[in-house]
């Protein structure tokens, strides 16, 4: 199997409508954004089609030095592996948005927070931001201009992980997840993956209490759910569920995207 087939990428037309604001309360701004700022690109990876002779030899095409020694530093086979692939993903999305770049001579790496940053001077990456997420069915990584946060999670918990995600929901919350007909499961997935991404656009990660992220409405929309927040009307997510993962991407709110141009089932 190539390559191709094994890891997909996606370009993401984004769109800010003239007048979209800009700035904070009265001091909004109206305008435009060059369009290099409202690009993104997403690579999925596929693990279940990815055995290990393939991702190590894609490591060995995509992966700077310093990533292979970090790679080669883990203890823990499982903490190797996701680390691998999900800096797989990340160096494809890297590659599809920039085709002039050589991606083993860019290295992702951590903030202080363990989020991932591009350490680089190159032309052409300036601003350029990165979002990486995997679970036991995917990989998956965006890039981004920082200039226009955004945030990526796949995920799907387990029926262990359900009364973590649900505990202290508002009664108006969960009344919205059983009119919108989800069950435990699957509305703990949606709340799951759109907190993560929420927390990684705002580089938080999971250390705030999860009741920061309460959701003031969930909707849906065509193929995927549609995600505000009560404490962070700038940004909204959009959920699309899958039977092998749920998927769910973060965005300035007033940025429009069509979530039925992006395939994910």
């Not at 769109?15 to 979209?20: D, E, L, Q, T, V």
């Not at 797989?88 to 991932?116: M, W, Y």
Request: charged share 20%; glycine share 8%; hydrophobic share 45%.
């Amino acid at each position: 199997m190539s390559a191709l087939e094994l890891i997909r990428t996606h370009s993401l037309v984004l769109h800010r409508p003239n007048g979209a604001g800009r700035g904070v309360g009265s001091r909004m701004q109206t305008g435009t954004f060059p369009t290099d700022i409202l690009r993104a690109t997403l690579a999925v990876v596929d693990l279940d089609l990815l055995d290990a002779a393939q991702r190590d030899a894609q490591a060995d095409i995509l992966l700077h030095s310093a990533e292979q020694a970090r790679m080669a530093g883990f203890a823990h086979d499982r903490r190797r592996q996701s680390f691998t692939c999900g800096r797989i993903a990340a160096k494809t999305a890297l590659v599809a948005h920039c085709p002039e770049i050589n991606p083993r001579e860019i290295e992702i790496g951590s903030g202080v927070f363990d989020q991932p940053i591009l350490t680089t001077d190159q032309p052409g990456l300036q601003g350029l931001a990165i979002s990486i997420s995997h679970s036991d069915q995917f990989a998956v990584a965006m890039v981004f201009h920082q200039a226009h946060p955004m945030g990526i999670d796949v995920d799907l918990p387990t029926a262990k992980d359900m009364p973590a995600v649900l505990a202290g929901l508002a009664p108006g919350v969960a009344g919205v997840i059983r009119r919108l007909g989800l069950d435990d499961i699957a509305g703990a997935s949606l709340l799951w993956v759109a907190r993560e991404s929420l927390a990684k656009t705002l580089t938080t990660g999971m250390m705030t209490p999860l009741d920061v992220y309460a959701p003031a409405s969930i909707e849906k929309d065509g193929v995927a759910y549609i995600v505000r927040y009560a404490n962070f009307g700038q940004y909204r997510s959009i959920i699309w569920p899958g039977k092998r993962g749920w998927l769910a991407l973060t965005l300035p709110d007033q940025t429009l995207f069509d979530p039925a141009r992006l395939p994910w089932s």
